[in-house]
């Protein structure tokens, strides 16, 4: 069975930084990504990678987010800086069988529990 566990989430003012991290066990996981959902919107995507490296990202935290990957603990980061308001949300790490980037949360096989961010203004 597939679990992933998000950690590192908290308050920050704006501007700040934060780590995600989302360790996965259970089997091999080729794409790890992140999604977030605020109060009252959609899941939308964050950032995905592939497990040979290859990245993709939403515009919106494009030069502000990094993700990054660990294959040999199956693990997933997302270093954000220069945090904004807007950043607030539930963040959940995402995993697919499947060795292909995608933003469509649909394509996605197993998630994480989510962690929270909030941004302070």
């Known amino acids: 069975q597939v679990q992933l566990v998000e950690s590192g989430g908290g308050l920050v003012q704006a501007g700040g930084s934060l780590r995600l991290s989302c360790a996965a066990s259970g089997r091999t996981l080729y794409v790890m990504g992140w999604f977030r959902q605020a109060p009252g919107k959609e899941r939308e995507f964050v950032s995905a990678?592939?497990?040979?490296?290859?990245?993709q990202y939403a515009d919106f935290v494009k030069g502000r987010f990094t993700i990054s990957r660990d294959n040999a603990k199956i693990t997933v980061y997302l270093q954000m800086n220069s945090l904004k308001p807007e950043d607030t949300a539930l963040y959940y790490c995402?995993?697919?069988?499947?060795?292909?980037?995608?933003?469509?949360?649909?394509?996605?096989?197993?998630w994480g529990q989510g962690t929270q961010v909030t941004v302070s203004s």
């Open positions: 995402a995993a697919r069988t499947v060795n292909t980037l995608t933003i469509s949360a649909g394509r996605y096989d197993y």
């Open positions: 990678i592939s497990w040979n490296g290859s990245t």
